[in-house]
């Protein structure tokens, strides 16, 4: 399926040019994945395909409760795992560029947004769409491993050296996700400052997600990852919404953000501390043994324990600062203003009006962390929203 070409000139560009890998990047990678998908139709190249698109280290188990059960197979990480990485990479990259072409694209005509919320829009409408996915799928791959039916499964069994198809085909997806960020970076043509925060939260992402991985703490990350996501969603639901003018909606559910944020940030840690401190207190081994994967020494368990909790007291600290700031801007502009001469209200006035216009602007930029971001409450309970008394 090729991908209409983005609004502009309809000048073809260069061939290799910059513009022209930005036009049809989407149909380029999209080539690249299906010549490896080609490979699996024939005998000589199967074994190289089938190491970009099936889970590699497969290990098949027998029943030892019940012989005449079906064997298993299950999964353990290695090198080889960075080539299906890279597949669901070019998987990402097309998908991507399908929800920017048929859906948020559409969209942004229909409401015609400036630059900055142009860009905002479509941030939120890919982020949305990944965490809604990540959430709905996070909470099937946790009640099919059991892990909400006893809390002591985050840690019983450690370290989990072999993992079903769904819980390491998630993990794979995840880092292919944040991984094609990056490039998104170049080919949404993304301005310069934006750039800093969402490199910012995609590494923080893959920081994590990797860390556990490699760790065999995939447990406490998939569930401390729903219950992230879960907040995020919303707050990309609600700046959609707000973007949409749908203020009605989006005032509740910015609301409703501020308090999921706080919940989702006591959860991690609490959690954490409770796997990572006193769970696996119980099973501490006194070397490190990288073969067997066990990495419970008490050493690492205080770098991850301090670690997370020092990240989320960041995080808090930068949305409580963020909102302090804002209300005390909003308290200002509310403030009663002192009679001055007409020469010098004029001028005051000019600058009031430039000031508003760059508040209105920065509502919704994303402040410290990316999509991990703190917003400015107004009195309607959500975004500051336009004045319909302008109207000449």
Same mark, same amino acid.
């Given at each position: 399926m090729a991908i209409r070409r983005r609004g502009g000139s309809t000048k073809n560009p260069p061939i290799l040019s910059h513009e022209f890998v930005?036009?049809?990047?989407?149909?380029?990678?999209?080539?690249?994945?299906?010549?490896?998908?080609?490979?699996?139709?024939?005998?000589?190249?199967?074994p190289f395909s089938s190491t970009f698109v099936a889970m590699q280290y497969n290990v098949t188990v027998n029943n030892t409760e019940d012989p005449e059960a079906e064997p298993t197979t299950l999964y353990h990480h290695g090198l080889l795992d960075s080539c299906s990485v890279f597949f669901y990479f070019l998987i990402c990259v097309v998908i991507h560029a399908v929800i920017q072409e048929y859906i948020l694209d559409k969209l942004n005509r229909k409401l015609h947004l400036s630059k900055v919320k142009h860009s905002k829009f479509n941030e939120s409408g890919q982020l949305l769409t990944f965490?809604?996915?990540?959430?709905?799928?996070?909470?099937?791959?946790?009640?099919?491993e059991g892990l909400t039916e006893n809390i002591s499964h985050l840690w019983d069994g450690y370290p989990y050296l072999l993992k079903?198809?769904?819980?390491?085909?998630?993990?794979?997806?995840?880092?292919?996700?944040?991984?094609?960020i990056y490039p998104e970076l170049y080919f949404q043509k993304v301005k310069k400052e934006e750039v800093s925060a969402r490199i910012r939260y995609a590494s923080f992402y893959l920081a994590f997600i990797l860390g556990a991985y490699i760790l065999?703490?995939?447990?406490?990350?998939?569930?401390?990852?729903?219950?992230?996501?879960?907040?995020?969603?919303?707050?990309?639901?609600?700046?959609?919404?707000?973007?949409g003018e749908k203020a009605e909606v989006s005032g509740p559910l910015f609301s409703l953000w501020f308090a999921l944020f706080l919940i989702a940030r006591l959860s991690v840690v609490t959690l954490t501390v409770l796997v990572v401190w006193f769970g696996l207190g119980k099973l501490e081994t006194t070397g490190l043994d990288i073969k067997g994967g066990n990495f419970n020494t008490p050493l690492i368990r205080v770098s991850i324990v301090a670690g997370v909790s020092l990240f989320q007291a960041l995080l808090l600290w930068n949305f409580l600062t963020f909102q302090l700031r804002?209300?005390?801007?909003?308290?200002?502009?509310?403030?009663?203003?002192?009679?001055?001469?007409?020469?010098?209200?004029?001028? /005051? !006035?000019? @600058?009031? #009006?430039? %000031?508003? /216009? !760059?508040? @209105?602007? #920065?509502? %919704?930029?994303?402040?410290g962390f990316g999509d991990m971001a703190v917003v400015a409450p107004a009195e309607n309970g959500g975004m500051r929203t336009r004045s319909k008394s302008k109207k000449k």
């Amino acid at each position: 399926m090729a991908i209409r070409r983005r609004g502009g000139s309809t000048k073809n560009p260069p061939i290799l040019s910059h513009e022209f890998v930005i036009q049809n990047h989407a149909d380029i990678v999209s080539c690249a994945a299906m010549l490896i998908l080609l490979g699996l139709m024939f005998q000589i190249t199967s074994p190289f395909s089938s190491t970009f698109v099936a889970m590699q280290y497969n290990v098949t188990v027998n029943n030892t409760e019940d012989p005449e059960a079906e064997p298993t197979t299950l999964y353990h990480h290695g090198l080889l795992d960075s080539c299906s990485v890279f597949f669901y990479f070019l998987i990402c990259v097309v998908i991507h560029a399908v929800i920017q072409e048929y859906i948020l694209d559409k969209l942004n005509r229909k409401l015609h947004l400036s630059k900055v919320k142009h860009s905002k829009f479509n941030e939120s409408g890919q982020l949305l769409t990944f965490y809604l996915m990540s959430v709905i799928w996070g909470i099937q791959v946790m009640i099919k491993e059991g892990l909400t039916e006893n809390i002591s499964h985050l840690w019983d069994g450690y370290p989990y050296l072999l993992k079903t198809f769904r819980f390491k085909f998630y993990f794979i997806v995840q880092i292919a996700y944040w991984l094609h960020i990056y490039p998104e970076l170049y080919f949404q043509k993304v301005k310069k400052e934006e750039v800093s925060a969402r490199i910012r939260y995609a590494s923080f992402y893959l920081a994590f997600i990797l860390g556990a991985y490699i760790l065999n703490l995939g447990h406490l990350a998939l569930v401390c990852l729903v219950i992230h996501y879960v907040a995020e969603l919303t707050f990309h639901a609600a700046r959609l919404l707000y973007f949409g003018e749908k203020a009605e909606v989006s005032g509740p559910l910015f609301s409703l953000w501020f308090a999921l944020f706080l919940i989702a940030r006591l959860s991690v840690v609490t959690l954490t501390v409770l796997v990572v401190w006193f769970g696996l207190g119980k099973l501490e081994t006194t070397g490190l043994d990288i073969k067997g994967g066990n990495f419970n020494t008490p050493l690492i368990r205080v770098s991850i324990v301090a670690g997370v909790s020092l990240f989320q007291a960041l995080l808090l600290w930068n949305f409580l600062t963020f909102q302090l700031r804002r209300r005390r801007e909003n308290q200002l502009a509310a403030a009663p203003r002192k009679k001055t001469p007409m020469g010098k209200s004029k001028d /005051k !006035k000019a @600058k009031k #009006e430039e %000031v508003n /216009k !760059k508040l @209105k602007a #920065e509502s %919704v930029e994303d402040e410290g962390f990316g999509d991990m971001a703190v917003v400015a409450p107004a009195e309607n309970g959500g975004m500051r929203t336009r004045s319909k008394s302008k109207k000449k």
